[in-house]
Structure formats: C-alpha cells, structure tokens
C-alpha cells in the first residue's frame, strides 16, 4: 500500500519514523514539501522520495496524510481535490472539521480526522481518530495501524469530542512539561543542581506515568498509597489544594477546549 504525506514537519517525521520501524517498505512512503531544506532533510534521513508537489504522488497512493498546519489545509486541499478517486484522507491538522475539509474537496467523505501528540516524536503518543461515515471498515484499520506505528489509538465515535480530546492529550504535554519546570524550579530553590533537579522532576514524571499505566488503578487510588498521614507528601497536597490546583487544571483544560472549537469555526467558515 503506497501512501503520501502532504506536508513534512515534526508529526510527519514522527509518523514516517515509526512506519519504517516498524518494517514498511521506504519506497511506498512519499512526501510532498515545498520547503527544499525539508525535503532533503527527509531523504537524507529515510531514504523516502519527496517532490514539491502533489500531482503523481497522490495519484499512485491509496492513502493520503495531510501533515500541514491548520491555516494552509484550505489551499492544499482544494489543489488535491482534482486528484482524488478512491484514496483514503486522513488529515492531523488540529481544529479542521471534518464537514469543512469534505467541502474544500467539493464533496470527497472518504476523511479519517486525526488528534496525535508530540510524543509520537519518541513513539509514546496516543491519537484519537473520527471516520466520516463513508469511511469503510478496512480503511478505519489503515488509518488505525498507520497511527499505531508512533503510539496507541482511540476511536471517537461523535466529532465534537475531538475539541475535548486536542485539549486533554493534544496540548496535555505542555501541562506536564509545565509542571515539570515547576518540581525543577523548586528542586534548584531548595539547593539541588540544576541537573540533578531536571533528573528527578523527568524520571518522577517517566516513572509514575508506568506505574499509572502498568496496574489500570485510578490515579485517585495510587496518590493515596504515596500520602502518609501526618507526611511530607500530604502537607504539599494540602498546599495545592488550598490554592485550588485541582480544580484550575480543570478549567484551564476546558478553555483549551473552548478555544479549538473557535479555531475550527474560525478556520471553517465558509467564504
């Protein structure tokens, strides 16, 4: 099965990277970048054959990714329109409905809408995926496996979830790289060396994520195990919650999601 990337930044790189590894064959990856540093950045690293433009490529491919930012899918998808019969599009870009991109392709439904993560960039992101409804069972498991060479995968079933999920897991990794700086800042104003605090905030982070993830606990259940009565975890605890953390976290997120669904009204309308 041939596919072609449309766009070659950092989701692209991750995705084709993780194909590769997981023994798809380089000469059935194709990239379109109008950037020429990109384009050899890309052959020069995979051994993949990337153009300028689209035309022989997404004719000869049976999936399509689009890998562009949000403000260029318009135009891209309206120079691909021509060229599609019976590929499969799934498009990353962030905040794109569906119903918008179907539009700009005059009508073609065959649309699998993708929210990955940066840490696809190591392998360990998670995406959440939507089929329009002309999407066939055996193109959902494509675009599935496609997905799965950089993480795991989520199948959401109602599209408007998607503004939730870009909130959560999209921008979730900005909140933790937060938090992160915030044990590391505390760590060098308590004395530690600056390398030794940014050790322990990412190894804390790397080890409590596994152990989260290994036993299927709620996170509720595994913060009472480390909180003592009476201990240092529980005065910290206490802190937080007397400044409300909890429930700030919670709201932050719900702008974050307020804010996608304006991105996806502001980027869709109609002219």
């Known amino acids: 099965m041939k596919l072609v990337f449309v766009g070659g930044g950092n989701m692209a790189t991750a995705m084709i990277g993780g194909l590769l590894q997981c023994r798809y064959a380089r000469d059935d990856i194709g990239v379109v970048e109008v950037d020429a540093d990109a384009r050899h950045r890309l052959t020069a690293r995979f051994g993949v054959h990337a153009d300028a433009a689209a035309d022989v490529s997404a004719r000869q491919s049976q999936v399509v990714v689009l890998a562009v930012k949000p403000q260029q899918l318009r135009k891209v998808a309206e120079d691909l329109q021509p060229l599609l019969a019976q590929q499969l599009v799934i498009s990353i870009a962030a905040g794109i409905r569906t119903d918008d991109l179907a539009r700009w392709l005059r009508g073609y439904t065959r649309i699998v809408r993708v929210m990955p993560n940066t840490p696809a960039l190591v392998s360990a992101g998670i995406s959440a995926l939507y089929a329009m409804p002309a999407v066939t069972a055996a193109e959902r498991q494509t675009a599935e496996s496609l997905l799965q060479a950089v993480g795991s995968t989520l199948w959401v079933q109602d599209e408007g979830l ?85 429930q700030r976290i919670v709201d932050a997120v719900k702008l974050a999601a307020a804010r996608s669904r304006e991105l996806g009204e502001e980027l869709g309308r109609a002219d």
């Open 162 to 246: 998607m503004d939730a999920v870009t909130a959560l897991s999209g921008s979730g990794p900005a909140y933790v790289f937060y938090f992160m700086e915030a044990l590391e800042q505390a760590g060098r104003e308590l004395g530690l060396a600056a390398e030794d605090a940014r050790r322990l905030s990412v190894e804390t982070f790397v080890g409590a994520s596994k152990l989260a993830g290994a036993g299927g606990e709620d996170p509720a259940v595994l913060r009472a195990r480390v909180t003592s009565k009476g201990g240092t975890t529980e005065r910290a605890l206490l802190g937080m919650q007397s400044a409300d953390l909890k």
